[in-house]
T-cell receptor, first 113, second 111 residues
Framework: KAGVTQTPRYLIKTRGQQVTLSCSPISGHRSVSWYQQTPGQGLQFLFEYFSETQRNKGNFPGRFSGRQFSNSRSEMNVSTLELGDSALYLC????????????FGPGTRLTVT | GENVEQHPSTLSVQEGDSAVIKCTYSDSASNYFPWYKQELGKRPQLIIDIRSNVGEKKDQRIAVTLNKTAKHFSLHITETQPEDSAVYFCAASIGVTALIFGKGTTLSVSS
């Protein structure tokens, strides 16, 4: 089975712009979670989707949003980018909507200048 | 809010020694505790996990122990090798949908 894939892998944006990141889960997996990874804060939970529904959201501002499609692919969007949004954005998929056995994608490295 | 504390933040050992990383969680409802290994420039990889109905789990040189009463769990790596050098993250389940991660431990194994 192919693993979790994310596109694009690298992105450079300017403050104030918006960005959309994409995540394709392992075939058959129905849950997608998104995390922000920074050197100082580690892995921080953004949100989780299951069957096109956001079931849980971390402590991030409303500029961070996401959605999931009927094929379980997910996108996250960050509007009005700030310098502090520079990070590695990771998605992880799991089979049945539980947090058990989450498998990560390679991440999208976002740099905001 | 829910929190996972991980210690130490850095750990240096000689090849062949054992390494232990400890985590404490705050949510008494947490019932799933995975450990991830992240090598430089790569994605986090699930290396072992434990559920709350089990006190210990082993997989070759890696073991995890869980003390639900004290709300802490630990990763034990025996006979460390240079390829064990990486950042290790512990996590605890929050509700039925999410994981909360510790801030990571950088393990360096010198030969």
């Amino acid at each position: 089975k192919a693993g979790v894939t994310q596109t694009p892998r690298y992105l450079i944006k300017t403050r104030g712009q918006q960005v959309t990141l994409s995540c394709s889960p392992i075939s058959g997996h129905r849950s997608v979670s998104w995390y922000q990874q920074t050197p100082g804060q580690g892995l921080q939970f953004l949100f989780e989707y299951f069957s096109e529904t956001q079931r849980n959201k971390g402590n991030f501002p409303g500029r961070f949003s996401g959605r999931q499609f009927s094929n379980s692919r997910s996108e996250m969007n960050v509007s009005t980018l700030e310098l502090g949004d520079s990070a590695l954005y990771l998605c992880a998929s799991s089979l049945d909507g539980t947090p058990y056995e989450q498998y990560f994608g390679p991440g999208t490295r976002l740099t905001v200048t | 809010g829910e929190n996972v504390e991980q210690h130490p933040s850095t750990l240096s050992v000689q090849e062949g020694d054992s390494a232990v990383i400890k985590c404490t969680y705050s949510d008494s409802a947490s019932n799933y505790f995975p450990w991830y290994k992240q090598e430089l420039g790569k994605r986090p990889q699930l290396i072992i996990d434990i559920r709350s109905n089990v006190g210990e789990k082993k997989d070759q040189r890696i073991a995890v122990t869980l003390n639900k009463t004290a709300k802490h769990f630990s990763l034990h790596i025996t006979e460390t090798q240079p390829e064990d050098s990486a950042v290790y993250f512990c996590a605890a389940s929050i509700g039925v949908t999410a994981l909360i991660f510790g801030k990571g431990t950088t393990l360096s194994v010198s030969s």
